[in-house]
């Protein structure tokens, strides 16, 4: 497994990113911890979320905030600073990597062993691919499938502004039974924690042995421009 601590300076990109880098493992078997930071705010929509259902499009056009979507599935989501995003490429071998449930609970476990030294309270894993802080959501979770290998992504709450998502999107279609329709600020958490410090823990629990040498620099922007950033891929639905 090889590492990369890399932010765009897009959302489309850091989402495009996600996409050349499975295709990467998919064609060379190369395995990948990357791990990023939002620098603007933008709404991420799952593969098959409807836009105008998962988003208050009106207020995310009042604040010039981008509706975008991405290619695993999962609910919609807020990004921006205070988000520690992580991206795993990772071959499916024979074991819980051959099943989405499988593969959810073998990285979600790692990711509490990863944040157990540096919480007070147990970290668990709620729903579907969700891991909790007591009862109340500090990490979403998502994947995407392909024949050799498999994204997993996630975002890590550290100091997200809870506020701004109670204003943009509506509660999701979807919710797991332990949410108990809890408005976003009651239900999610931020861990308080700095980013370096939860790098260094995924880091350990992954244990890259290098860093990723050449990254799809050209794939990324082609699919930024002819994918990411087009009406046609983000409104769909």
């Given at each position: 497994?090889r590492?990369?601590d ?6 489309q990109?850091?989402?495009?990113c996600d996409e050349?880098?499975?295709e990467?493992?998919e ?12 620098r603007?705010?933008?709404v991420?929509l ?10 208050d499009l009106?207020?995310c056009?009042?604040?010039?905030i981008p ?8 609910g ?9 995003n992580f ?6 071998r ?5 099943t989405?449930t499988?593969?959810t609970r073998f990285v ?7 944040l157990a030294?540096l919480?007070?309270?147990?970290v668990r ?5 969700d891991?909790?802080?007591g009862?109340?959501?500090?990490s979403?979770?998502a ?6 290998c ?6 890590l709450l550290?100091?997200?502004?809870l ?5 943009l ?8 039974a332990y949410?108990?329709?809890?408005p976003?600020?009651?239900f999610l958490?931020?861990l308080?924690?700095?980013p370096d410090r939860v790098?260094a ?5 992954w244990?890259p042995t290098?860093l990723?040498e ?7 922007s082609?699919l930024a421009r002819?994918?990411y950033?087009?009406?046609a ?5």
């Amino acid at each position: 497994m090889r590492y990369l601590d890399l932010t765009f300076a897009t959302p489309q990109e850091n989402l495009a990113c996600d996409e050349a880098l499975l295709e990467l493992g998919e064609a060379t078997g190369q395995e990948l911890l990357r791990v990023w930071q939002p620098r603007q705010h933008f709404v991420v929509l799952g593969y098959g979320n409807a836009h105008r259902i998962e988003a208050d499009l009106d207020a995310c056009r009042r604040r010039r905030i981008p509706v975008l979507r991405r290619i695993s599935g999962g609910g919609t989501v807020l990004q921006g600073p205070g988000c520690l995003n992580f991206s795993l490429i990772l071959r499916i071998r024979p074991g819980p990597l051959q099943t989405i449930t499988g593969t959810t609970r073998f990285v979600l476990a790692r990711h509490q062993e990863a944040l157990a030294p540096l919480v007070a309270a147990p970290v668990r894993l709620a729903g579907s691919s969700d891991l909790t802080l007591g009862n109340r959501k500090c990490s979403g979770n998502a994947q995407r499938r392909k024949r050799r290998c498999v994204l997993f992504h996630g975002t890590l709450l550290l100091h997200l502004n809870l506020q701004l998502m109670e204003q943009l999107l509506p509660l999701p279609a979807r919710r797991p039974a332990y949410r108990r329709d809890r408005p976003h600020q009651r239900f999610l958490i931020n861990l308080g924690l700095a980013p370096d410090r939860v790098k260094a823990a995924l880091q350990q629990v992954w244990d890259p042995t290098g860093l990723l040498e050449r990254v799809p620099l050209e794939h990324i922007s082609r699919l930024a421009r002819s994918q990411y950033a087009t009406d046609a891929w983000n409104y769909r639905l």
